[in-house]
């Protein structure tokens, strides 16, 4: 069949070049095709020869500079994310954590971007571009102007650590690219890439403590592994659910404006005296010369009143900075920056910590209670738990039914109900009735007070000498089980 092939092309050909020489338009044509010439049709002619613009690996790059009208916009990638520092004017203005989305996103169309080879031109530059990373730079030169969706810029290459045909090539390398890259960075740069929220370290960290204070007030929680305590004014538990809202409202403060000029920051809130101060810390450890090392990382805002004509934003100042806590050491990771904040966020923060306490009178279980003793006036009661279950302290019988069943109800409401209202109460709950000790496995031992502030069955309250809690909810029956297992009134 093969032999047949070859047979029937030679044929073809000879009939082709016989008649060529006949001068028949027919098969000159049929001739043609087969030479591989389409009658009528111009032979195809090689495209524009195209090249990727860069060949830097985005997760090698560690550093994006762009430097436009003299001004310099600094993107650097550091164990707190990307931060975005810019030198303007032979002068330095304060670093700030930027959306590291748009920096990938940056990354991403520089790697994807190629284009067409062209000969050296002679454009004006409108921004120059420089990546580094892992001794490598590449630098790329902009237009002012694109020109029909498409950008003439000038790719250099240097460092040691090039390769491939960045490092071989020799001088510049001029591209013809699409002008998404000139549009996005010419015009705007990177200043409106730096992240809007107030309190950066939220995204950059889980907070462990948090202080706020102010000239009548001061609130300090810290976190136990997934739950929060209050260490001031008072040292108390606290309601976890409503310190993670705090949290949440703290991250969603947002800068509305980062307030220009290098002014001495320290200066003007010395000057105006802050309103308040809320510090965010987080904890992180390192080894550092061999040794592991616990470095804080802490965002302090100090809030310095209302900005603007209508009141709407509130002006502070902001910075972030790490703790060496084995050597002292303290640097500045972001800040201090001048902003104005939206103030719709702020105007809900309270610092008092009845909020926060928890709604729970006892925070260990019902269970853990080995001895109860109720007091009321000068008459005391003791109840020891048994395996058999409570008796009276000294005697071996166990309570009747009802006294235990009080005894387990009473402790149910202290330990599993949350409490109505929570609020800081120095002195004694209102209308006391009786104090409630409660001895728990391991020692320790929690006082109590009980009293009814209505002086009716409609409300029942427990305080610990910090927090008074109030109990509505079923009041009446909760009430009647105190009365069962207090000492009788004479």
């Known amino acids: 069949m093969r032999g047949l092939l070859i047979v029937s092309v030679v044929a073809l050909l000879a009939l082709s070049g016989a008649a060529w020489l006949m001068g028949s338009p027919v098969l000159r044509g049929l001739a043609g095709r087969v030479a591989g010439e389409d009658a009528g049709v111009p032979a195809r002619t090689e495209g524009p020869r195209t090249e990727a613009m860069v060949r830097l690996v985005g997760s090698s790059v560690r550093e994006v500079e762009l430097e436009r009208s003299g001004r310099h916009e600094t993107l650097r990638e550091t164990p707190q994310g990307w931060m975005l520092t810019i030198e303007d004017g032979g002068s330095t203005g304060a670093s700030w954590p930027v959306d590291a989305d748009r920096v990938r996103a940056l990354l991403r169309l520089l790697a994807d971007t190629r284009g ?27 237009p002012r102007d694109a020109l029909a969706g498409t950008a003439l810029v000038r790719v250099r290459t240097g460092g040691s ?13 001029w591209l013809r690219i699409p002008d998404d890259l000139q549009r996005a960075l010419v015009g705007t740069g990177f200043e409106a890439w730096r992240t809007g929220q107030a ?54 403060v947002r800068v509305r404006e980062f307030v220009p000029g290098q002014a001495d920051l320290g200066a003007i809130a010395s000057e105006q005296g802050a309103h308040a101060v809320i510090r965010v810390e987080s904890d992180r450890r390192e080894e550092i010369n061999g040794e592991v090392a616990r470095l804080v990382l802490a965002q302090e805002v100090a809030i310095l009143g209302t900005g603007g004509v209508s009141g709407e934003t509130v002006r502070a100042i902001a910075q972030i ?39 729970r009178s006892l925070q260990r279980p019902a269970g853990d209670v080995v001895r109860v003793t109720v007091t009321r006036g000068d008459a005391s009661l003791a109840y020891e738990r048994w395996s058999r279950g409570w008796s009276r302290a000294g005697e071996e019988e166990p309570v009747d ?77 909760r009430i009647e089980a105190f009365d069962a297992i207090l000492p009788r009134e004479e």
Do not use: Q
């Open 116 to 142: 067409e080879v062209s000969s050296a031109g002679e454009a004006l530059a409108g921004a120059t571009l420089r990546l580094r990373g892992e001794g490598a730079e590449i630098e790329i030169t902009l």
């Open 161 to 173: 650590g090039s390769s491939g045909a960045d490092a071989s090539a020799s001088g510049d390398r």
């Open 199 to 252: 309190f950066a370290l939220l995204s950059l960290a889980r907070p462990a403590r948090i202080e706020m204070a102010r000239a009548d007030s001061r609130l300090s929680l810290a976190r136990l592994g997934d739950r929060w305590t209050i260490r001031e004014p008072v040292s108390a538990s606290a309601d976890t659910p409503a310190v993670d809202a705090l949290v949440r409202t703290l991250a969603s």
């Open 321 to 359: 900075t790490e703790t060496n806590t084995r050597s002292g050491e303290t640097r500045i990771v972001a800040g201090p920056v001048h902003v104005l904040l939206e103030g719709a966020a702020l105007t809900g923060l309270r610092f008092d910590p009845g909020p926060l306490a928890s709604k």
């Open 401 to 477: 039914a009802g006294v235990a069943r009080a005894i387990d109800a009473c402790l149910a409401m202290i330990a599993d109900a949350d409490a109505d209202a929570s609020e800081v109460k120095a002195g004694p709950v209102t209308n006391s009735r009786a104090r409630i000790d409660l001895d728990l496995l391991g020692g320790e031992r929690v006082s109590l007070e009980l009293g009814a502030p209505s002086g009716t069955a409609k409300a029942l309250e427990l305080g610990d000498g910090a927090f008074t809690r109030t109990y509505t909810e079923g009041a009446a029956a």
